[in-house]
């Protein structure tokens, strides 16, 4: 239990967006709302509520100054850092539609998204980032400035380019704030684009305000929790349940520096709500069991016997298994293995929330088992985001849990999750055919989800109407499962199962090299053989591999044959989308080959 009590901003008091930022700061003045670490001292710096309306004068003065209209859009492509939550604030606050860019995005997507909305201002890390976008074919007529967070360079004569110290006014006074309806447009979002390009999803104040405050009746914040900011912000997840959330219960959110920093940031920040996604999860298990591989049999048996306790301790606890006498033992295992495990977490999470993607059962019961509460949840950036998630009280790693309060779920002839609630968007920016083919008639939206809901209404994610793979013997497979399974192997950077319309299954799969070198010593092989990744042999011991994470799978969802590469699959050459999914018709293109050959 925290400290602090709640102390949560009700939807009427805030109104819209930028109102609960104004009521958190009036509320809580001297509280903590921010750390940040500076390279220049090479620490973490605090930063109070009251400060952050004391900057937010200079930004909302800056935005004025350009000669915007409420409605119009402003871009930003930032790492989560103090100036995205100012730029994000003080747009909102003069009535601006705040368009989110993702950081790793390839420039002709962004180019796009700017081209689309039509916007007219652009917040950029460096002018090396805008330079990429400016390359592409995109006109950007309605672009009129471009604000860089790092200094413009010397020499550079373009005006419509300005660096942050120099579009900051030297004083601002106090300027009003737009007024807005909770209905308005607060902000365009772009998906990922898995299955084509990317579409704006129109959310208002309310979509997310409603989806904030529908959380925290199910879900406990405290004032006193410190949430560490890793995710994209421009990712809905990360943004409600990682910013709004936060200033909505009046807890703190530090920055982390960067996914590799990350391990040092949770030992330094010592966080207790974690807001992630099921790769962070996965990498963490992979570096724990390289390390065992050096450690003695003992050690690795002593590690899966505390898990195994642990798992059992949940169960019990959770009224879904009996009293056991090992359960005796967990004060024991707890202090001697499962506490390194969490420490390496920082030793205080009370509470991670992962989403974005399914979680493999498997790896949910491990850190569980290790003391980490981990709790799963559902849903789309067209639902603000969230949908549903389990209760720390009742929670069933493998689903998603039962949905928000306020929200209507039916399903389909064919499992698909329609969803129904003042959360849904407002629809597709500029494209209503594909707002029809998403919301009918009757206002339900329309996941492209297949699931399954038991008795009590808790739901279960089965596969992906667009993605799931058909057999030639008509089986029907939903590659994710599979896909997580064997990445749960060191060995296994990132999968993709295809098979689809084919009489069996195979993977592509890109290796771990420091693994891999591993395992190839182990074989008693020679590490720098570059033909070795297609010998007949380490193709054989691969699949017994994949085999070994597949074995509970039925035996149609066995895999024949593998595809390994080197060579990671990037945002940047549009093989994954900024939120880690696999893009697979882009994949299966540029393995064509290969892929013919094997079905041959």
């Known amino acids: 239990m925290m400290a602090g009590e709640p102390s949560y901003i009700i939807f009427q008091a805030a109104g819209g967006l930028h ?13 903590e709302a921010y750390r940040c670490f500076s390279p220049e001292t090479a620490s973490w710096r605090s930063i109070r509520w009251r400060e952050m309306g004391d900057m937010l004068r200079f930004w909302k003065a800056a935005l004025r100054q350009e000669g915007l209209h409420p409605g ?21 606050a003069m009535g601006l539609v705040v368009v989110p860019l993702y950081v790793n995005d390839r420039p002709e997507n962004c180019a796009y998204i700017l081209e689309q909305t039509r916007a007219r201002l652009l917040l950029v890390e460096n002018q090396a980032q805008w330079r990429r976008i400016e390359k592409t074919d995109a006109a950007l007529e309605h672009l009129t400035r471009v604000v860089t967070l790092q200094p413009a360079g010397a020499g550079d004569g373009r005006l419509r380019v300005r660096e942050l110290d120099r579009w900051l006014p030297g004083r601002a006074e106090d300027i009003p704030v737009h007024a807005c309806g909770a209905d ?36 406990v914040v405290y004032s006193d929790d410190l949430f560490l900011s890793f995710l994209p912000l421009s990712h809905m997840f990360e943004r409600t349940a990682g910013y709004y959330i936060p200033i909505m219960s009046g807890a703190c959110v530090a920055f982390a520096r960067s996914i590799q920093e990350l391990a040092v940031d949770m030992r330094t920040v010592k966080p207790t ?45 959770q009224k879904q298994a009996p009293w056991s006498f090992q359960l005796l033992l967990w004060p024991i295992l707890k202090h001697f293995v499962a506490d390194r495990i969490t420490a390496r977490l920082g030793g205080r999470l009370r509470l991670a929330v992962s989403g974005g993607a399914p979680l493999f059962p498997a790896l949910a019961q491990f850190f569980i088992g290790m003391g980490l509460p981990i709790i799963q949840g559902y849903g789309l950036t067209e639902t603000s985001p969230i949908v549903s998630f389990n209760r720390p009280e009742s929670n ?58 038991d008795e009590t209404g808790r739901v279960f994610i089965t596969g992906r109407l667009k993605e799931i793979i058909v057999l030639l013997n008509g089986e029907k497979v939903p590659p994710e499962d599979l896909e997580m399974a064997i990445a749960m192997d060191p060995l ?98 540029l393995f064509a080959q290969d892929i013919e050959a094997l079905y041959k």
């Open 184 to 219: 308005d447009l607060a902000t365009i979002v772009y998906t990922s684009g898995t299955t084509g390009p990317p579409k704006g999803v129109m959310l208002s104040h309310a979509n997310i305000l409603s989806n904030c405050r529908a959380a925290l009746q199910e879900l």
């Open 396 to 453: 069933v790693p493998g689903s998603v849990g039962y949905p928000l309060a306020g929200l209507e779920v039916k399903t389909t002839g064919e499992g698909e999750l329609l969803v129904k609630g003042r959360n849904v968007m407002l629809g597709y920016w500029g494209n209503p055919a594909a707002t029809a083919e998403t919301i009918d008639t009757e206002g339900w939206l329309h996941t492209g989800d297949q699931v399954e809901v």
């Open 492 to 589: 296994f950077d990132q999968v993709l199962i295809i098979g689809d319309n084919r009489s069996y299954l195979s993977a592509i799969t890109v290796l771990n090299e420091e693994s891999w070198k591993e395992w190839v010593r182990s074989l008693g092989r020679n590490v720098d053989d570059q033909t070795l990744i297609g010998d007949r042999e380490i193709q054989s011991r691969l699949l017994r591999r994949i085999s070994e994470r597949l074995s509970s799978f039925p035996g149609y969802e066995k895999v024949r044959r593998v595809i390994p590469s080197f060579s990671p699959w990037e945002i940047r050459d549009g093989l994954i989308t900024p939120t880690l999914k696999p893009c697979r018709k882009k994949i299966e293109a």
């Open 72 to 92: 119009e859009r402003v871009a930003i492509m930032l790492r989560n850092c103090l100036e995205w939550v100012l730029f994000d604030q003080a747009s909102l």
């Open 19 to 31: 109102g609960l930022f104004r009521e958190r700061v009036e509320r809580t003045p001297e509280r």
């Open 273 to 317: 709500v974690l807001v992630s996604v099921p790769r962070i999860f996965e990498h963490i298990y992979s570096k724990i069991q390289s390390r065992l591989k050096r450690r003695s049999a003992l050690a690795r048996l002593l590690l899966t016997f505390t898990a195994k306790v642990g798992w059992r301790r949940f169960q019990f606890l």
